[in-house]
């Protein structure tokens, strides 16, 4: 069955640093991966979308990469802020079905 | 901008009830989707639904059903409402380009307890 790995332990990391994030997925390469955002108590929200044959894809301080080598997409956030601590969702979509990860939880100190 | 709502942020409910989280979009899209999340489990899906009146199974159906008579609209039901079913609920839309699904615009949640 297709599946999405992200680290379970938080990333803390201090504000103005950049912040990396692992998605690792397995068997074959999903036709694209997308990244959400998830604040407690609220419903994730899309930040991007990357396509198979993408390999970087950049949103203001946002930047995702996709190498289907590795079977594994990063997640940057540059000059991270308190305010971008949240739960990152990484999502597969393959065909119809699109399968999220358990998330990573990321905590920026000012 | 996309809004996707829930009927309800907060819902107490009693063993053996039967509970129904209602689900409407405004931006037309085909797609609708139940999930529900659990810490450590990420999101699970339990059912969508790609055109009025269908419905597909996800990876975690059994005690559930669906409903969606109307394009905007896609209700979940428990039908007998157990313990287990304690969760956070979450309602999803996309729509469809090129046979896949695109990005999906979550409503706020169902926080759902059953005693």
């Known amino acids: 069955s297709q599946k999405i790995e992200q680290n379970s332990e938080a990333l803390n990391i201090q504000e103005g640093k950049t912040a990396t994030l692992t998605c690792n997925y397995t068997?074959?390469?999903?036709?694209?991966l997308q990244w959400y955002r998830q604040d407690p108590g609220r419903g994730p929200v899309f930040l991007l979308l990357i396509r198979e044959n993408e390999k970087e894809k950049r949103k203001e301080r946002l930047k995702v990469t996709f190498d289907t080598t590795l079977k594994q997409s990063l997640f940057h956030i540059t000059a991270s802020q308190p305010a971008d601590s949240a739960t990152y969702l990484c999502?597969?979509?393959?065909?119809?079905?699109?399968?999220f990860g358990a998330g990573t939880r990321l905590f920026v100190k000012a | 901008d996309v809004k996707v709502t829930q009927s309800s942020r907060y819902l107490v409910k009693r063993t053996g009830e039967k509970v129904f989280l209602e689900c409407v979009q405004d931006?037309?899209?085909?797609?609708m989707f139940w999930y529900r999340q659990d810490p450590g489990l990420g999101l699970r899906l339990i059912y969508f639904?790609?055109?009025?009146?269908?419905?597909e199974k996800g990876d975690i159906p059994e005690g559930y059903s669906v409903s969606r008579e109307k394009k905007e609209r896609f209700s979940l039901i428990l039908e007998s409402a157990s313990t287990n079913q304690t969760s956070m609920y979450l309602c999803a839309s996309s729509w469809t380009q090129g046979g896949l699904y695109n990005e999906q615009f979550f409503g706020p949640g169902t926080r759902l307890t059953v005693l």
């Open positions: 639904s790609y055109d009025v009146k269908m419905k």
């Open positions: 931006m037309d899209h085909e797609n």
């Open positions: 999502a597969r979509t393959g065909g119809f079905k699109t399968i």
């Open positions: 068997n074959y390469s999903p036709a694209y």
